[in-house]
């Protein structure tokens, strides 16, 4: 008999903690929470294959690296090259920037991609954590003096989730921050007025990953496997995919890079990304708690998104576990206050590199003065080692 949500009983279970959104933020949070032995479900509306093709960021930083050593995980999660340096341009001469602190930690080109995956295969298949995939129409209950639960539908059979707490790790449009009522969270956002068009294309890496300011706008070109790149090229706001061909984007990475000797390559998947700062605050509501881009989003050209979310969910698990484990909430009452100053620091530096690094290139967008003021910064980087200290604390997310 076919099962349907008018006819079949919700199933039910407990579980002191519900994860919705198996992203970076959500099962790095899942797997935090299983190595301290506080059980936890994951919800997740994709299935399981297509979160394990999803690209996205390429860095984690020296701070994400540290948290996962600090868990015991690094080994198992974590693997590429130390992330050392970037080349950085203006219209074709620049230098190369080390990124190297006195303490030792360095970041890691581990893809977005290779670390959901090494945590899916470490949660799922090692641990036997619970995560459920293709889940549909989850609603939270999240009542004052109430113990809050999730719903979701899977298979056309409903189920209920009672929970203590609830972590919203389902991004920018997922149910977790919709579910708070209007009039608690203040959103402080920032439009930076163009989009980057971004092409993952089947090329040999560079030796050092570019980020170059051009008369004719910015590109990056930074490593994502040993045979392929992301380029970033930016473009109108107005622009779609389909507004850049093969031939278009690489007339326009030889133009922006001034090199005539690169050579097209079929470009695998392009999309365009607003380039937009985001914040919602509190991060919290009764027994639900927001992580990663469900709370803030930052332009990548700091590359710092997915590193935030390792930050939120760092801090998140530690309070889940005193609350969970010890019984004392005191923790998790201040999540919210605990990691909005660092959120802010990733918010200012990403948006110093996307201003900078725009706005000394193409004047159109905002003028000659902040074009020199832009190349200003980018000569002070390059010639003053208080300057460059301090970004490369930034860029590994130490400072
Ligand atoms: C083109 C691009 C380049 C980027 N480059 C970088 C970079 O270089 N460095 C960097 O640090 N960051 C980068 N980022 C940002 C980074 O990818 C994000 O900040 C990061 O993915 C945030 O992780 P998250 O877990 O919060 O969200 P996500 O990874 O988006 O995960 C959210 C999950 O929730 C699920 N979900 C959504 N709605 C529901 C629902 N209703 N029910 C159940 N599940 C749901 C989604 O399917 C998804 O699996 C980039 C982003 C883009 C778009």
Known sequence: ME??????????????????????AGLTLAIFLHTANVPCVVLERRD???????????????????????????????????????????????RVFEIAGDDGSEGRFCTQQMLVNNLLRELIDVRGGNVQFD??????????????????????QEHVVDCSHIAGCDADRGVSRASIPAGVLT????????AWLAALVEAPVVEHP??????????????????RSRYYLQCELSDGPEDWSDERIWDQIRLRLQDDTIENAAALDREVVPLRSVVHAPMQFQNLYLAGDAAHLVPPTGAKGMNMALYDVDVLAQALVSAVRDQDGSALADYSATVLPRVWKYQEFSAWMTDTMHDGGNATQH?????????????????????????????????
């Open 367 to 399: 003028g000659v003065f902040r074009q020199m003021i832009a190349r200003a910064r980018l000569d002070d980087l390059f010639s003053s080692p208080l300057a460059a200290r301090l970004h490369s604390d930034f860029q590994r997310g130490m400072a």
């Open 210 to 227: 570019i980020m170059a300011a051009s008369d004719h706008g910015f590109v990056a070109q930074l490593p994502r496997g040993p045979q």
């Open 3 to 24: 099962i349907t949500q008018e006819t079949a009983m919700p199933i039910t279970q407990e579980t002191p903690v519900v994860i919705i959104g198996a992203g970076a």
């Open 48 to 94: 399981r294959a297509y979160i394990e093709v999803r690209q996205r960021a390429g860095v984690v930083d020296a701070r994400g690296v540290r948290m996962f050593e600090r868990w015991g995980l690094a080994d198992r999660l974590l693997a590429g090259p130390v992330a050392q340096t970037i080349d950085y341009r203006i219209n074709g001469v620049g």
């Open 187 to 194: 959103t402080i956002s920032h439009e930076f007025g163009y």
């Open 135 to 156: 889940v549909t129409d989850v609603t939270i209950t999240n009542e004052e003096g109430q113990r809050p639960n999730v719903r979701y539908v899977q298979d056309k």
